[in-house]
């Protein structure tokens, strides 16, 4: 499994993890030293992880809510969170369940997207001279052909 399967307390604290925090750090943390931390050691903005508490408060739940974890070397992991509210037999919240899905390749190949797109789109407002595209890769597989024939 590559997603981060966790529980934490209510006030915070990561109460188990699994194994794949490894994969998922690049070797950089063990289950073991996550477990008894504050999920807050772990957020780039605490008032993003507010945001989550409050809505688990009044949803009880939420799903692929994007945000930033940092790795122990400081590196920024953009990551999809989604957690669940689990109750006590009281019927009062137990402790927060969930999962983390990182989302570093899908947000490169996004930024590189639209890096593309503004270098191509400057290249088009800037210049001097009419520019269309043409695809002529028809006309280029029927020169191979006549090619290939002789």
Known sequence: MQDVYYEASIDGEVLEVSPSVELFSKGQYTRNEIIGKSIY???????ELDTLLQILREQGEFSDYELSLQNKDGIIIPC???????FDENGLPGKI?????????RKQIENALLESEAKYRDIFKSSPVGIWEEDFS????RFEYLKSIG
Do not use: P
Not at 41 to 47: A, E, L, P, Q
Not at 97 to 105: A, L, Q, Y
């Open 138 to 141: 028809k006309v280029k597989q």
């Open 41 to 47: 050691d772990f957020y780039t903005n605490r008032g």
């Open 97 to 105: 369940i969930g999962s983390v899905h990182d989302i570093s390749k």
């Open 80 to 86: 999809l969170i989604s957690s669940k509210l689990r």
